[in-house]
Nanobody, 123 residues
């Protein structure tokens, strides 16, 4: 079982950057795939990015491809989401989530969730 804590959210102007972190506590972090999701008020949760247990497979939602980069540091039990060229439509609460095993379904079947961190992009 994992506990996840997100950090790094905040307010930024359009075109700016933020790096989110997802810190995990628990055993066998390197057995888990990690996903980033976001949800804006009045919208459904959206899959943003995901990474497999060893970092060799990465997936991105179409709205963030080319602007966001996911990475992980297993010795630190941490996954990062580097967000560049942020747009007002990126404003949302961002959540990280974990699931044991493969990442064949990049944005489905996650078992463990963090509490979220707010990202606001506004001029």
């Amino acid at each position: 079982q994992l506990q996840l804590v997100e950090s790094g959210g905040g307010s930024v102007q359009p075109g700016g950057s933020l790096r989110l972190s997802c810190a995990a506590s628990g055993n066998n972090f390197d057995d888990y795939a990690i996903g980033w999701f976001r949800q804006a008020p009045g919208t459904e949760r959206e899959g943003v990015s995901s990474i497999n247990n060893n970092g060799g497979v990465r997936n991105y939602g179409s709205s963030v491809k080319g602007r966001f980069t996911i990475s992980r540091a297993n010795p630190k039990n941490t996954v990062y989401l580097q967000m560049n060229d942020l747009k007002p439509e990126d404003t949302a609460v961002y959540y990280c989530a974990a699931k044991f095993g493969t990442i064949d379904r990049p944005f489905n079947d996650y078992n463990y969730w963090g509490q979220g961190t707010q990202v606001t992009v506004s001029s």
